[in-house]
Protein backbone atom coordinates (compact mmCIF):
# COMPACT_ATOMS: atom_id res chain seq x y z
CA UNK A 1 0.00 0.00 0.00
CA UNK A 2 2.96 2.69 0.65
CA UNK A 3 4.16 1.62 -2.61
CA UNK A 4 0.85 2.88 -4.25
CA UNK A 5 0.62 6.41 -2.11
CA UNK A 6 4.35 7.21 -2.15
CA UNK A 7 5.23 6.76 -5.78
CA UNK A 8 5.00 10.04 -7.35
CA UNK A 9 3.98 11.44 -3.81
CA UNK A 10 4.89 14.97 -4.55
CA UNK A 11 7.63 16.90 -6.91
CA UNK A 12 7.59 20.22 -4.94
CA UNK A 13 5.93 19.86 -1.50
CA UNK A 14 5.03 23.66 -1.62
CA UNK A 15 3.37 23.65 -4.75
CA UNK A 16 1.20 20.96 -3.92
CA UNK A 17 0.63 22.05 -0.75
CA UNK A 18 -0.71 25.65 -2.13
CA UNK A 19 -2.24 23.91 -5.12
CA UNK A 20 -4.26 21.83 -2.97
CA UNK A 21 -5.53 24.27 -0.85
CA UNK A 22 -6.80 26.40 -3.91
CA UNK A 23 -8.41 23.48 -5.07
CA UNK A 24 -10.41 23.08 -1.79
CA UNK A 25 -11.69 25.98 -1.80
CA UNK A 26 -12.54 25.53 -5.40
CA UNK A 27 -13.92 22.28 -4.85
CA UNK A 28 -16.80 23.83 -1.80
CA UNK A 29 -19.33 25.73 -4.20
CA UNK A 30 -18.84 22.86 -6.94
CA UNK A 31 -19.88 20.14 -4.40
CA UNK A 32 -22.81 22.11 -2.74
CA UNK A 33 -24.31 23.26 -5.88
CA UNK A 34 -23.85 19.52 -7.38
CA UNK A 35 -25.48 18.19 -4.46
CA UNK A 36 -28.65 20.68 -5.19
CA UNK A 37 -29.09 19.04 -8.68
CA UNK A 38 -28.92 16.02 -7.55
CA UNK A 39 -31.89 17.16 -4.61
CA UNK A 40 -29.72 16.29 -1.71
CA UNK A 41 -28.06 17.48 1.33
CA UNK A 42 -25.17 19.53 0.84
CA UNK A 43 -23.42 18.14 2.78
CA UNK A 44 -23.45 15.03 1.45
CA UNK A 45 -21.80 16.50 -1.47
CA UNK A 46 -19.25 17.49 0.49
CA UNK A 47 -18.61 14.25 2.14
CA UNK A 48 -18.58 13.10 -1.43
CA UNK A 49 -15.87 15.14 -2.91
CA UNK A 50 -13.66 14.88 0.13
CA UNK A 51 -13.82 10.69 -0.17
CA UNK A 52 -13.70 10.82 -3.85
CA UNK A 53 -10.89 13.42 -3.48
CA UNK A 54 -8.78 11.16 -0.79
CA UNK A 55 -8.79 8.03 -2.05
CA UNK A 56 -8.19 8.68 -6.05
CA UNK A 57 -5.55 10.64 -4.95
CA UNK A 58 -3.83 7.73 -3.06
CA UNK A 59 -4.61 5.51 -5.20
CA UNK A 60 -5.66 6.05 -8.72
CA UNK A 61 -3.83 6.25 -11.88
CA UNK A 62 -3.34 9.76 -12.20
CA UNK A 63 -0.97 11.89 -9.77
CA UNK A 64 -2.19 15.51 -9.74
CA UNK A 65 -5.84 14.50 -10.70
CA UNK A 66 -8.57 16.13 -9.28
CA UNK A 67 -11.81 14.14 -7.94
CA UNK A 68 -15.55 14.75 -6.53
CA UNK A 69 -18.46 15.42 -6.49
CA UNK A 70 -19.53 16.07 -10.43
CA UNK A 71 -22.65 17.53 -12.31
CA UNK A 72 -22.18 14.95 -14.91
CA UNK A 73 -23.41 12.21 -12.57
CA UNK A 74 -25.69 14.40 -10.16
CA UNK A 75 -27.75 14.75 -13.08
CA UNK A 76 -27.49 10.80 -13.67
CA UNK A 77 -28.99 10.70 -9.73
CA UNK A 78 -32.37 12.92 -10.25
CA UNK A 79 -34.22 10.42 -11.26
CA UNK A 80 -33.10 7.45 -8.56
CA UNK A 81 -33.52 9.67 -5.68
CA UNK A 82 -37.04 11.16 -6.95
CA UNK A 83 -38.60 7.66 -7.12
CA UNK A 84 -36.74 6.62 -4.22
CA UNK A 85 -38.20 9.18 -2.13
CA UNK A 86 -41.75 9.21 -3.34
CA UNK A 87 -41.97 5.45 -2.93
CA UNK A 88 -40.48 5.95 0.79
CA UNK A 89 -43.38 8.25 1.23
CA UNK A 90 -46.02 5.86 0.11
CA UNK A 91 -44.78 2.49 2.76
CA UNK A 92 -46.63 1.33 5.42
CA UNK A 93 -44.08 2.39 7.88
CA UNK A 94 -42.83 5.62 5.53
CA UNK A 95 -39.26 6.26 5.15
CA UNK A 96 -38.10 9.54 4.44
CA UNK A 97 -35.38 10.17 2.10
CA UNK A 98 -35.45 6.80 0.62
CA UNK A 99 -33.78 8.02 -2.41
CA UNK A 100 -30.70 8.84 -0.67
CA UNK A 101 -30.36 5.51 0.89
CA UNK A 102 -31.18 4.02 -2.62
CA UNK A 103 -28.62 6.02 -4.17
CA UNK A 104 -26.06 4.94 -1.45
CA UNK A 105 -26.39 1.16 -2.14
CA UNK A 106 -26.57 2.44 -6.20
CA UNK A 107 -22.99 3.53 -5.49
CA UNK A 108 -22.15 0.39 -4.16
CA UNK A 109 -22.74 -1.57 -7.41
CA UNK A 110 -21.36 1.45 -9.53
CA UNK A 111 -18.18 1.15 -7.71
CA UNK A 112 -17.93 -2.73 -8.12
CA UNK A 113 -18.62 -2.24 -12.02
CA UNK A 114 -15.72 0.66 -12.38
CA UNK A 115 -13.42 -1.80 -10.51
CA UNK A 116 -14.05 -4.98 -12.91
CA UNK A 117 -13.38 -2.81 -15.85
CA UNK A 118 -10.08 -1.75 -14.08
CA UNK A 119 -9.53 -5.83 -13.49
CA UNK A 120 -10.11 -6.58 -16.68
CA UNK A 121 -8.21 -3.96 -18.18
CA UNK A 122 -10.90 -1.64 -20.42
CA UNK A 123 -9.72 1.52 -19.36
CA UNK A 124 -6.78 1.31 -22.08
CA UNK A 125 -9.61 1.57 -24.84
CA UNK A 126 -9.42 5.63 -23.81
CA UNK A 127 -6.24 5.71 -25.73
CA UNK A 128 -8.67 4.85 -29.09
CA UNK A 129 -10.36 7.76 -28.82
CA UNK A 130 -10.09 10.20 -32.07
CA UNK A 131 -8.27 13.48 -31.44
CA UNK A 132 -11.29 15.14 -32.88
CA UNK A 133 -13.43 13.40 -30.24
CA UNK A 134 -10.99 14.57 -27.27
CA UNK A 135 -11.05 18.52 -28.74
CA UNK A 136 -14.87 18.10 -29.15
CA UNK A 137 -15.07 16.95 -24.92
CA UNK A 138 -12.76 19.60 -24.12
CA UNK A 139 -14.64 22.52 -25.86
CA UNK A 140 -17.84 21.70 -24.85
CA UNK A 141 -16.76 21.08 -21.60
CA UNK A 142 -15.39 24.06 -21.14
CA UNK A 143 -18.77 26.15 -22.24
CA UNK A 144 -20.22 23.88 -19.82
CA UNK A 145 -18.33 25.21 -17.17
CA UNK A 146 -18.94 28.76 -18.18
CA UNK A 147 -22.51 28.60 -18.34
CA UNK A 148 -22.89 26.85 -14.88
CA UNK A 149 -21.12 29.97 -13.30
CA UNK A 150 -23.28 32.33 -15.29
CA UNK A 151 -26.37 31.07 -12.86
CA UNK A 152 -24.17 33.13 -9.60
CA UNK A 153 -24.73 36.32 -11.99
CA UNK A 154 -28.36 35.83 -10.88
CA UNK A 155 -29.76 36.43 -7.31
CA UNK A 156 -32.98 35.16 -5.57
CA UNK A 157 -34.09 31.76 -4.56
CA UNK A 158 -35.12 28.86 -6.28
CA UNK A 159 -37.23 29.83 -9.70
CA UNK A 160 -37.60 33.06 -8.81
CA UNK A 161 -33.59 34.29 -9.75
CA UNK A 162 -33.43 36.85 -11.53
CA UNK A 163 -30.26 38.40 -12.97
CA UNK A 164 -28.72 41.12 -11.27
CA UNK A 165 -28.97 44.45 -12.43
CA UNK A 166 -27.31 47.45 -11.09
CA UNK A 167 -24.60 48.25 -8.22
CA UNK A 168 -25.05 44.64 -7.29
CA UNK A 169 -23.87 43.45 -11.08
CA UNK A 170 -20.92 46.15 -11.76
CA UNK A 171 -19.28 45.03 -8.39
CA UNK A 172 -19.85 40.98 -9.52
CA UNK A 173 -18.58 41.58 -12.58
CA UNK A 174 -15.91 44.01 -11.09
CA UNK A 175 -14.86 41.25 -8.23
CA UNK A 176 -14.60 39.02 -11.00
CA UNK A 177 -12.59 40.71 -13.58
CA UNK A 178 -10.20 41.37 -10.51
CA UNK A 179 -9.61 37.86 -9.59
CA UNK A 180 -9.30 36.93 -13.68
CA UNK A 181 -6.52 39.65 -13.82
CA UNK A 182 -4.71 38.59 -10.88
CA UNK A 183 -4.79 34.81 -12.15
CA UNK A 184 -3.02 36.41 -15.54
CA UNK A 185 -0.85 38.82 -14.19
CA UNK A 186 0.85 37.14 -11.26
CA UNK A 187 2.43 34.65 -13.53
CA UNK A 188 4.38 36.59 -15.06
CA UNK A 189 5.87 38.46 -12.10
CA UNK A 190 6.14 35.01 -9.95
CA UNK A 191 5.08 31.08 -10.08
CA UNK A 192 6.33 30.76 -6.62
CA UNK A 193 2.88 32.24 -5.49
CA UNK A 194 -0.52 30.21 -7.26
CA UNK A 195 -2.28 32.49 -9.06
CA UNK A 196 -5.44 30.93 -8.35
CA UNK A 197 -4.68 30.67 -4.41
CA UNK A 198 -3.69 34.17 -4.46
CA UNK A 199 -6.63 35.92 -6.54
CA UNK A 200 -9.32 34.19 -3.74
CA UNK A 201 -7.36 35.83 -0.97
CA UNK A 202 -7.16 38.64 -2.32
CA UNK A 203 -10.58 39.04 -3.34
CA UNK A 204 -12.11 37.57 -0.38
CA UNK A 205 -9.99 40.68 1.49
CA UNK A 206 -12.10 43.40 -0.31
CA UNK A 207 -15.29 41.83 0.25
CA UNK A 208 -14.42 41.54 4.25
CA UNK A 209 -12.86 44.55 5.03
CA UNK A 210 -14.29 46.63 1.91
CA UNK A 211 -18.12 45.86 3.02
CA UNK A 212 -19.31 49.43 4.19
CA UNK A 213 -17.67 50.58 0.57
CA UNK A 214 -18.97 47.61 -1.58
CA UNK A 215 -21.99 46.72 0.51
CA UNK A 216 -23.31 42.90 0.80
CA UNK A 217 -21.90 39.91 -1.72
CA UNK A 218 -22.94 36.81 -2.64
CA UNK A 219 -20.73 34.38 -0.67
CA UNK A 220 -20.61 30.31 -0.22
CA UNK A 221 -22.40 30.91 2.74
CA UNK A 222 -25.29 32.63 0.93
CA UNK A 223 -25.57 30.70 -1.78
CA UNK A 224 -26.25 27.84 0.67
CA UNK A 225 -28.65 29.34 2.38
CA UNK A 226 -30.31 30.43 -0.95
CA UNK A 227 -30.23 26.80 -2.07
CA UNK A 228 -31.42 25.57 1.53
CA UNK A 229 -28.87 24.47 2.90
CA UNK A 230 -28.64 25.19 6.66
CA UNK A 231 -24.36 25.68 6.79
CA UNK A 232 -21.09 23.94 6.57
CA UNK A 233 -20.77 22.59 9.60
CA UNK A 234 -20.55 19.16 9.77
CA UNK A 235 -18.93 16.07 11.19
CA UNK A 236 -16.82 13.33 10.04
CA UNK A 237 -18.63 10.82 7.60
CA UNK A 238 -20.58 7.97 9.36
CA UNK A 239 -21.05 4.45 8.16
CA UNK A 240 -24.33 3.90 6.69
CA UNK A 241 -25.68 0.83 8.60
CA UNK A 242 -29.20 1.48 7.71
CA UNK A 243 -28.88 0.82 3.99
CA UNK A 244 -28.15 -3.22 4.12
CA UNK A 245 -31.97 -3.44 5.86
CA UNK A 246 -33.86 -1.29 3.38
CA UNK A 247 -33.47 -3.96 0.52
CA UNK A 248 -37.34 -4.59 1.08
CA UNK A 249 -37.61 -1.25 -0.20
CA UNK A 250 -36.01 -2.10 -3.55
CA UNK A 251 -38.38 -4.96 -4.79
CA UNK A 252 -39.61 -4.65 -8.26
CA UNK A 253 -37.22 -1.73 -8.39
CA UNK A 254 -33.99 -3.76 -9.12
CA UNK A 255 -34.09 -2.64 -13.07
CA UNK A 256 -33.65 1.39 -12.09
CA UNK A 257 -31.07 0.86 -9.32
CA UNK A 258 -29.07 -1.35 -11.96
CA UNK A 259 -29.64 0.24 -14.87
CA UNK A 260 -28.82 3.81 -12.83
CA UNK A 261 -25.58 2.11 -11.97
CA UNK A 262 -24.54 1.40 -15.23
CA UNK A 263 -24.95 4.48 -16.34
CA UNK A 264 -23.23 6.41 -13.60
CA UNK A 265 -20.34 3.94 -13.77
CA UNK A 266 -20.01 4.45 -17.90
CA UNK A 267 -20.42 8.54 -17.29
CA UNK A 268 -17.99 8.39 -14.24
CA UNK A 269 -15.69 6.31 -16.08
CA UNK A 270 -15.75 8.14 -19.24
CA UNK A 271 -15.27 11.61 -17.52
CA UNK A 272 -12.63 10.54 -15.69
CA UNK A 273 -10.46 8.67 -18.33
CA UNK A 274 -10.73 11.54 -20.51
CA UNK A 275 -9.52 14.22 -17.98
CA UNK A 276 -6.95 11.90 -17.51
CA UNK A 277 -5.85 11.91 -21.12
CA UNK A 278 -6.14 15.76 -20.97
CA UNK A 279 -3.54 15.53 -17.82
CA UNK A 280 -1.68 13.23 -19.36
CA UNK A 281 -1.22 15.52 -22.68
CA UNK A 282 -0.70 18.93 -20.23
CA UNK A 283 2.05 17.58 -17.87
CA UNK A 284 3.46 15.19 -20.63
CA UNK A 285 3.41 12.54 -18.80
CA UNK A 286 1.26 9.22 -18.97
CA UNK A 287 -0.96 7.91 -16.11
CA UNK A 288 -2.68 4.24 -16.19
CA UNK A 289 -6.13 4.19 -16.74
CA UNK A 290 -7.15 0.77 -15.27
CA UNK A 291 -5.26 1.79 -11.75
CA UNK A 292 -7.84 5.08 -12.08
CA UNK A 293 -10.75 2.58 -12.62
CA UNK A 294 -10.46 0.23 -10.30
CA UNK A 295 -9.48 3.95 -7.53
CA UNK A 296 -12.43 5.16 -8.99
CA UNK A 297 -14.48 2.30 -8.35
CA UNK A 298 -13.31 1.84 -4.75
CA UNK A 299 -13.78 5.63 -3.96
CA UNK A 300 -17.45 5.64 -4.79
CA UNK A 301 -18.27 1.99 -2.87
CA UNK A 302 -16.42 3.92 0.25
CA UNK A 303 -19.23 6.73 -0.82
CA UNK A 304 -21.78 4.29 -0.46
CA UNK A 305 -20.78 3.20 2.45
CA UNK A 306 -20.46 6.08 4.74
CA UNK A 307 -22.41 8.58 3.03
CA UNK A 308 -21.39 10.22 0.33
CA UNK A 309 -22.92 11.36 -3.13
CA UNK A 310 -20.02 9.69 -5.11
CA UNK A 311 -18.64 10.97 -8.41
CA UNK A 312 -15.04 10.98 -10.47
CA UNK A 313 -12.76 13.06 -11.80
CA UNK A 314 -13.33 16.66 -12.03
CA UNK A 315 -11.64 18.22 -14.97
CA UNK A 316 -12.15 22.16 -14.07
CA UNK A 317 -10.26 21.75 -10.70
CA UNK A 318 -7.31 18.97 -12.33
CA UNK A 319 -6.92 21.81 -14.51
CA UNK A 320 -6.59 24.63 -11.57
CA UNK A 321 -4.14 21.91 -9.92
CA UNK A 322 -1.86 21.37 -12.61
CA UNK A 323 -1.72 25.01 -13.61
CA UNK A 324 -0.62 25.76 -10.23
CA UNK A 325 1.73 23.29 -9.65
CA UNK A 326 0.34 20.43 -8.16
CA UNK A 327 1.73 17.28 -9.83
CA UNK A 328 2.02 15.01 -6.98
CA UNK A 329 -0.66 13.04 -5.28
CA UNK A 330 -0.17 15.44 -1.97
CA UNK A 331 -1.81 18.21 -4.35
CA UNK A 332 -5.06 15.76 -4.09
CA UNK A 333 -4.46 14.63 -0.50
CA UNK A 334 -4.13 18.12 0.74
CA UNK A 335 -6.90 19.01 -0.94
CA UNK A 336 -9.44 16.52 0.27
CA UNK A 337 -8.04 16.82 3.73
CA UNK A 338 -8.03 20.99 3.49
CA UNK A 339 -12.40 20.45 2.33
CA UNK A 340 -12.88 18.21 5.66
CA UNK A 341 -11.30 20.78 7.91
CA UNK A 342 -13.22 23.21 6.29
CA UNK A 343 -16.41 21.08 7.02
CA UNK A 344 -14.96 20.18 10.90
CA UNK A 345 -13.12 23.42 11.84
CA UNK A 346 -13.54 26.60 8.94
CA UNK A 347 -16.91 26.20 7.69
CA UNK A 348 -17.62 30.20 9.21
CA UNK A 349 -14.41 31.67 7.19
CA UNK A 350 -15.06 29.25 4.15
CA UNK A 351 -18.82 30.74 4.48
CA UNK A 352 -17.19 34.38 3.91
CA UNK A 353 -15.08 33.38 0.71
CA UNK A 354 -16.91 35.63 -2.32
CA UNK A 355 -18.87 33.78 -5.11
CA UNK A 356 -16.74 36.12 -7.44
CA UNK A 357 -13.58 35.38 -6.69
CA UNK A 358 -14.28 31.50 -7.48
CA UNK A 359 -16.07 32.55 -10.66
CA UNK A 360 -13.52 34.29 -11.88
CA UNK A 361 -10.95 31.14 -11.25
CA UNK A 362 -13.31 28.94 -13.15
CA UNK A 363 -13.79 31.63 -15.80
CA UNK A 364 -9.79 31.48 -16.31
CA UNK A 365 -10.02 27.49 -16.69
CA UNK A 366 -12.33 27.96 -19.17
CA UNK A 367 -9.94 29.92 -21.39
CA UNK A 368 -7.55 27.38 -20.53
CA UNK A 369 -9.66 24.64 -20.94
CA UNK A 370 -10.96 25.74 -24.58
CA UNK A 371 -9.20 24.31 -27.38
CA UNK A 372 -8.57 27.64 -29.21
CA UNK A 373 -7.03 25.91 -32.06
CA UNK A 374 -9.79 24.26 -33.54
CA UNK A 375 -10.97 27.20 -34.64
CA UNK A 376 -7.46 27.41 -36.49
CA UNK A 377 -7.29 24.04 -37.73
CA UNK A 378 -11.28 23.51 -38.27
CA UNK A 379 -10.88 24.74 -42.33
CA UNK A 380 -7.51 22.06 -43.04
CA UNK A 381 -8.91 18.55 -41.16
CA UNK A 382 -11.11 16.06 -43.27
CA UNK A 383 -14.50 17.59 -43.37
CA UNK A 384 -15.65 13.88 -41.36
CA UNK A 385 -13.48 15.45 -38.30
CA UNK A 386 -14.21 18.60 -38.13
CA UNK A 387 -18.39 17.47 -37.84
CA UNK A 388 -17.27 15.10 -35.31
CA UNK A 389 -15.57 17.65 -33.46
CA UNK A 390 -18.62 20.28 -33.63
CA UNK A 391 -21.16 17.63 -32.91
CA UNK A 392 -19.36 16.22 -29.69
CA UNK A 393 -19.23 19.34 -28.40
CA UNK A 394 -22.64 20.42 -28.94
CA UNK A 395 -24.34 17.08 -27.51
CA UNK A 396 -21.52 17.37 -24.12
CA UNK A 397 -24.15 21.12 -23.68
CA UNK A 398 -26.70 19.91 -25.09
CA UNK A 399 -26.73 16.12 -23.33
CA UNK A 400 -24.06 15.21 -21.46
CA UNK A 401 -20.49 14.02 -21.48
CA UNK A 402 -20.93 9.77 -22.77
CA UNK A 403 -23.76 10.50 -24.90
CA UNK A 404 -21.09 13.23 -26.79
CA UNK A 405 -18.05 10.61 -26.35
CA UNK A 406 -20.08 7.74 -27.32
CA UNK A 407 -21.51 9.51 -30.84
CA UNK A 408 -18.45 10.93 -31.55
CA UNK A 409 -16.78 7.58 -31.67
CA UNK A 410 -19.37 5.77 -33.42
CA UNK A 411 -18.73 8.63 -36.23
CA UNK A 412 -15.53 8.55 -36.36
CA UNK A 413 -15.46 4.35 -36.27
CA UNK A 414 -17.97 4.91 -39.08
CA UNK A 415 -16.29 7.30 -41.28
CA UNK A 416 -12.84 5.11 -40.40
CA UNK A 417 -14.45 1.96 -41.58
CA UNK A 418 -16.41 3.44 -45.24
CA UNK A 419 -12.90 4.54 -46.01
CA UNK A 420 -11.19 1.11 -45.78
CA UNK A 421 -14.37 -0.29 -47.08
CA UNK A 422 -12.99 1.41 -50.54
CA UNK A 423 -9.51 0.94 -50.41
CA UNK A 424 -9.50 -2.73 -51.16
CA UNK A 425 -8.22 -3.88 -54.14
CA UNK A 426 -7.25 -6.70 -56.23
CA UNK A 427 -4.37 -6.71 -59.03
CA UNK A 428 -4.47 -9.16 -61.52
CA UNK A 429 -2.20 -10.96 -63.46
CA UNK A 430 -2.02 -14.95 -65.50
CA UNK A 431 1.32 -17.44 -64.42
CA UNK A 432 3.11 -18.98 -67.11
CA UNK A 433 1.19 -22.17 -66.62
CA UNK A 434 -1.94 -20.27 -66.99
CA UNK A 435 -3.15 -19.89 -63.53
CA UNK A 436 -4.66 -16.31 -63.04
CA UNK A 437 -3.65 -14.42 -60.04
CA UNK A 438 -5.20 -12.10 -57.57
CA UNK A 439 -3.48 -10.30 -55.79
CA UNK A 440 -5.53 -8.67 -52.75
CA UNK A 441 -4.23 -5.34 -51.10
CA UNK A 442 -6.23 -3.42 -48.34
CA UNK A 443 -8.22 -5.06 -45.11
CA UNK A 444 -11.30 -7.52 -46.29
CA UNK A 445 -13.54 -7.14 -43.08
CA UNK A 446 -17.77 -6.18 -42.84
CA UNK A 447 -17.52 -3.30 -44.54
CA UNK A 448 -15.15 -4.19 -48.07
CA UNK A 449 -16.60 -7.77 -48.52
CA UNK A 450 -19.45 -6.31 -51.31
CA UNK A 451 -16.03 -4.70 -53.26
CA UNK A 452 -14.16 -7.67 -52.85
CA UNK A 453 -16.62 -10.02 -53.97
CA UNK A 454 -17.01 -7.65 -57.29
CA UNK A 455 -13.33 -8.06 -58.20
CA UNK A 456 -13.87 -11.63 -59.48
CA UNK A 457 -14.80 -12.56 -63.18
CA UNK A 458 -15.78 -15.73 -61.34
CA UNK A 459 -17.27 -17.66 -64.72
CA UNK A 460 -14.80 -16.64 -66.99
CA UNK A 461 -11.41 -17.22 -65.07
CA UNK A 462 -9.42 -20.09 -66.39
CA UNK A 463 -9.37 -23.39 -64.55
CA UNK A 464 -6.86 -22.63 -62.02
CA UNK A 465 -7.20 -19.53 -59.88
CA UNK A 466 -4.70 -18.18 -57.01
CA UNK A 467 -6.17 -15.38 -54.80
CA UNK A 468 -3.51 -13.85 -52.94
CA UNK A 469 -3.46 -12.16 -49.57
CA UNK A 470 0.76 -11.19 -49.36
CA UNK A 471 -1.06 -7.49 -48.89
CA UNK A 472 -4.14 -7.82 -46.92
CA UNK A 473 -5.54 -9.29 -44.29
CA UNK A 474 -9.23 -11.05 -43.17
CA UNK A 475 -10.11 -8.74 -40.13
CA UNK A 476 -13.11 -10.31 -38.92
CA UNK A 477 -16.47 -13.04 -39.58
CA UNK A 478 -17.82 -11.08 -42.29
CA UNK A 479 -14.68 -11.57 -44.31
CA UNK A 480 -13.67 -14.95 -43.65
CA UNK A 481 -17.81 -15.48 -44.85
CA UNK A 482 -17.07 -13.01 -47.96
CA UNK A 483 -13.69 -15.43 -49.26
CA UNK A 484 -15.25 -18.79 -48.26
CA UNK A 485 -18.46 -17.93 -50.87
CA UNK A 486 -15.72 -17.05 -53.90
CA UNK A 487 -14.06 -19.95 -52.92
CA UNK A 488 -16.80 -22.41 -52.94
CA UNK A 489 -18.57 -20.52 -56.57
CA UNK A 490 -15.33 -21.59 -57.92
CA UNK A 491 -15.15 -25.30 -56.57
CA UNK A 492 -18.88 -25.20 -57.65
CA UNK A 493 -18.05 -24.97 -61.27
CA UNK A 494 -15.33 -27.53 -61.14
CA UNK A 495 -12.18 -24.97 -60.96
CA UNK A 496 -9.28 -25.16 -59.06
CA UNK A 497 -8.84 -22.50 -56.40
CA UNK A 498 -5.79 -22.09 -54.16
CA UNK A 499 -5.58 -19.43 -51.20
CA UNK A 500 -2.48 -18.43 -50.34
CA UNK A 501 -0.53 -16.38 -47.92
CA UNK A 502 -3.67 -16.20 -44.97
CA UNK A 503 -2.52 -15.83 -41.61
CA UNK A 504 -3.04 -18.12 -39.64
CA UNK A 505 -6.18 -17.46 -37.58
CA UNK A 506 -7.80 -16.77 -40.49
CA UNK A 507 -6.67 -20.07 -41.60
CA UNK A 508 -7.78 -21.64 -38.59
CA UNK A 509 -11.27 -20.30 -38.90
CA UNK A 510 -11.33 -20.94 -42.47
CA UNK A 511 -11.03 -25.02 -41.14
CA UNK A 512 -13.22 -24.59 -38.51
CA UNK A 513 -15.66 -23.42 -40.24
CA UNK A 514 -15.25 -26.22 -43.29
CA UNK A 515 -12.40 -29.06 -43.22
CA UNK A 516 -12.39 -29.01 -46.95
CA UNK A 517 -10.87 -25.82 -47.40
CA UNK A 518 -7.74 -27.98 -46.01
CA UNK A 519 -7.24 -28.87 -50.00
CA UNK A 520 -7.90 -24.76 -51.27
CA UNK A 521 -5.00 -22.97 -48.58
CA UNK A 522 -1.75 -23.40 -49.60
CA UNK A 523 0.37 -23.33 -46.29
CA UNK A 524 3.84 -24.69 -47.04
CA UNK A 525 4.67 -21.22 -49.19
CA UNK A 526 8.57 -20.79 -50.05
CA UNK A 527 8.28 -16.47 -49.76
CA UNK A 528 10.10 -15.05 -47.27
CA UNK A 529 7.92 -11.79 -47.26
CA UNK A 530 5.26 -14.34 -45.88
CA UNK A 531 7.30 -15.43 -42.94
CA UNK A 532 8.24 -11.75 -42.00
CA UNK A 533 4.31 -10.97 -42.45
CA UNK A 534 3.23 -14.16 -40.53
CA UNK A 535 5.97 -13.58 -37.14
CA UNK A 536 4.71 -9.85 -37.28
CA UNK A 537 0.95 -11.01 -36.80
CA UNK A 538 1.62 -13.54 -34.44
CA UNK A 539 3.65 -10.81 -32.37
CA UNK A 540 0.53 -8.51 -32.61
CA UNK A 541 -2.19 -11.62 -31.48
Not at 53 to 56: C, R
Not at 318 to 340: E, K
Given at each position: ???????????????????????????????????????????????????M????S????????????????????????????????T??????????????????????I???????K???????????V???????????????????????????????????????????????A??????????????????????????????????D??????????????????????????????????K???????????????????????????V?????????????????????????L?????????????????????????????????????????????E?????????V???????????????????????????????????????????????????????????A?????????????????????P???????????????????????????????????G???L???????????K????T??????????L????????????????????V????????V
Open positions: MTKFIFKNFTFNPKDDILSGLTVALALVPEAVAFAFVAGIDPLVGLYGAFMGIITMFGGRPGMISGATGAMAIVMVHLIKQGNDIGLLANPIPNLGLQWLFITLLIVGFQIMAGVFLGKFVRLIPHPMMGFVNGLAIVIFLSQLDFFKSGAGDSKSWMQGSDLYVMVGLVALAMIMWLLPKLTKKIPGALTAILVVAAITIFGKGLIGVSTVGSFIKDGGGSGLKGSLPTFQFQIFGLFDSIGHWGTIISTASLLAAVGLIESLMTLNLDDLTETRGSGNRECIAQGSANIVNGFGGMGGCAMIGQSIINVNSGGRGRLSGMVAAIALLCFILFGSGLIQIPIAALVGMFMVVIGTFAWSSFRVLNKIPLSDAIVLIVVSAITVWQDLAIAVLVGVLISALVFAWKNTMIRARKRIKEDGTKVYEIWGLFFGSTQNFQSKFDIKEDPKKVEIDFIESRVSDHSIEARSIADKYLELGEVKLHLSPECKDLLKNNPDFADVIESSIDDPRYHVTNLLDKE
